[in-house]
């Protein structure tokens, strides 16, 4: 089994930057297909950015290109999401998941798709 834990969210300001953490347990986070969804209350969760353990490349959603960064220390057990200049659109619970990888899946970009889920940690930009 695989637990994950998100920290590292809070209130900034428009332009500001953040970087969240997912600290993988049960399971080392480089074994694991990662992603990173987020949620306004009240919408569906939606896709951020994911890291495929078969091809090792990253895949973001258009909102966040150029801004947003995924990264994982093995180290650490760790994934990060960099977020830099924020915006008030970006302002959501956000949500770390992990997947059972497959050479067959190229990269997952839905919460069906996820295996584990952390808690969520919110994000929110003041304008």
């Known amino acids: 089994q695989v637990q994950l834990v998100e920290s590292g969210g809070g209130l900034v300001q428009f332009g500001d930057s953040l970087r969240l953490s997912c600290t993988a347990s049960?399971?080392?986070?480089?074994?694991?297909?990662m992603g990173w969804f987020r949620q306004v209350s009240g919408k569906e969760r939606e896709f951020v950015a994911a890291?495929?353990?078969?091809?090792?490349?990253?895949y973001y959603t258009d909102s966040v290109k150029g801004r947003f960064t995924f990264s994982r220390d093995n180290a650490e057990n760790t994934v990060y999401l960099q977020m830099n200049s924020l915006k008030p659109d970006d302002t959501a619970v956000y949500f770390c998941?992990?997947?059972?990888?497959?050479?067959?899946?190229?990269?997952?970009?839905?919460?069906?798709?996820?295996?584990?889920w952390g808690q969520g940690t919110q994000v929110t930009v003041s304008s």
């Open positions: 998941a992990a997947a059972e990888p497959s050479v067959h899946i190229v990269v997952r970009t839905t919460t069906v798709e996820y295996d584990y």
């Open positions: 049960g399971r080392t986070a480089s074994s694991l297909d």
């Open positions: 890291m495929s353990w078969n091809s090792g490349k990253i």
